[in-house]
């Protein structure tokens, strides 16, 4: 009876050690849940305290490019109707801006570094306004339908009215425009400098050719190409698509602007080979035109190639899906690129295929010139298009975007765009404006120039990693 007295004492003594244990134990993992659910509120503060300090890495980056740039030349750009005050130098800019604007736009860009010629910028002469061209062009770009009826009727329909109501979700700092205003190209060009952007790739159709909603742009480009030239800037073409294209009549477009523009100084020309420089063409929407017709015209035993003639040409298709990686090398063009702005939009522009693509266009000897831009928002012209929205977070899509590019080392990186307003992925100057019917988005706190100044800043590695 004593040992059995004495083994149900162990056994009690060992029944409570464990059951105190397990109580702890318990009571650890409450205080562990407990503590952890308490800051799970905290995680979007968090997040958002991690935003701030990007927004503000952002722009103390940009106050210290401006900075930088300014002890070398003032450039703080004005609007064609603000006048800068106080004399630089021996120039008095507000007087030679008032006497004479185109003067003072080639001064201020002689006083710039030369740009960086591997970055290209895709640019659009097709804006009018009724003191240049008789009427609004494009400004008044009309909403477009959505493909399903139903969902058309519940968005807005008609034109825009310009010059307040515009087809644009931003509003550019000097208002609406004409492309064939010499003082705005000069004011352009003289921008794109200040960029550190050496190329505009020029939105182009032949002479007969236009889009839905403007005019012919093949008037434009002499003027184009002299103030380029002036600027010390260089023209590349952006073929844009029409129903008739094929191989006889993309060749009948190249053998007239080679003919008419080619020899230009301002012809941006690539080295091919240690021998021979040739113009560039971005072929926008190539995938629309059949293959064979891009066989015959570029591969050497062609029906119709211009391969080793006087009208050879550096070729970019455009990349947009999977798929579109056969066709490139079926039809021997020399490289790609993938134009649009809003990451995940298609194949070509989802950044995390970048690496494979350039992969790729190693192993076949092609040019991958990734495209990059500050965002994207068309629901001005596509009110129904809202998914395809891309925040430009206060600047830093914009500096992600150029980053995820560089990391490839491309030998060109292109952007889009310098002036694309409708689908708000320009990098021109925007100011804030609101009317009674609308509120127009801008750069916030980091001004118009913003989108600049983070351009020369990235572009200035280009060619350079």
Request: charged residues 20%; glycine residues 6%; aromatic residues 12%.
């Amino acid at each position: 009876m004593p040992n059995l007295g004495r083994r149900m004492r162990r056994s009690f003594v060992r029944s409570f050690v464990v059951f105190t244990a397990i109580c702890m134990f318990a009571m650890f993992l409450y205080v562990l849940i407990d503590q952890n659910v308490s800051e799970r509120p905290n995680l979007e503060k968090l997040r958002q305290v991690r935003a701030n300090a990007l927004q503000r890495r952002f722009l103390r980056e940009t106050k210290n490019r401006v900075q930088a740039v300014a002890r070398n030349t003032s450039h703080r750009l004005p609007s064609l109707e603000k006048k800068p005050v106080g004399p630089v130098g021996k120039v008095n800019e507000a007087d030679l801006l008032e006497k004479n604007p185109i003067k003072y736009y080639l001064w201020k860009s002689n006083n710039l570094p030369l740009p960086n010629y591997n970055v290209h910028a895709f640019y659009y002469p097709w804006y009018g306004t009724p003191d240049v061209d008789g009427e609004y062009i494009h400004w008044n770009h009309p909403f477009l339908p959505h493909w399903n009826k139903e969902e058309t009727a519940k968005y807005p329909s008609g034109k825009h009215q310009p010059p307040d109501d515009i087809g644009s979700n931003f509003y550019p700092e000097i208002g609406a425009y004409s492309s064939k205003n010499e003082t705005v190209v000069h004011l352009h060009m003289y921008q794109i400098r200040l960029a550190g952007i050496g190329v505009a790739v020029v939105s182009w159709y032949p002479p007969d050719k236009k889009d839905d909603n403007g005019k012919s742009l093949d008037s434009v480009m002499p003027l184009l190409l002299q103030v380029a030239h002036e600027h010390k800037l260089k023209i590349a073409i952006h073929s844009e698509p029409y129903k008739e294209r094929d191989a006889t009549h993309m060749r009948n477009d190249i053998v007239y602007f080679m003919d008419k523009y080619g020899n230009h100084p301002a012809m941006y020309r690539f080295k091919k080979t240690n021998d021979v420089s040739l113009p560039m063409v971005y072929v926008y929407d190539s995938y629309l035109t059949d293959t064979q017709d891009w066989i015959d015209l570029l591969q050497p035993n062609g029906k119709s190639t211009v391969r080793g003639t006087k009208y050879d040409c550096v070729f970019i298709s455009l990349l947009v899906t999977d798929r579109h990686k056969g066709l490139i090398e079926r039809a021997n063009f020399d490289g790609f690129y993938t134009y649009f702005a809003a990451n995940g939009f298609t194949y070509g522009s989802t950044h995390r295929n970048w690496p494979q693509l350039k992969e790729i266009a190693d192993k076949t000897g092609k040019l991958f010139i990734p495209s990059i831009g500050p965002g994207y928002v068309d629901t001005q012209v596509r009110p129904w298009n809202g998914q395809t929205t891309r925040d430009r977070q206060s600047g830093m899509y914009y500096m992600n975007s150029f980053q995820d590019a560089l990391r490839l080392k491309p030998p060109i990186v292109s952007i889009t765009s310098f002036n694309e307003w409708h689908e708000g992925t320009q990098i021109e100057p925007a100011v804030p404006k609101k009317t009674p019917q609308f509120t127009y988005l801008d750069y916030g706190k980091q001004g118009p120039l913003s989108y600049l100044e983070a351009t020369r800043h990235y572009a200035s590695l280009v060619g350079h990693q």
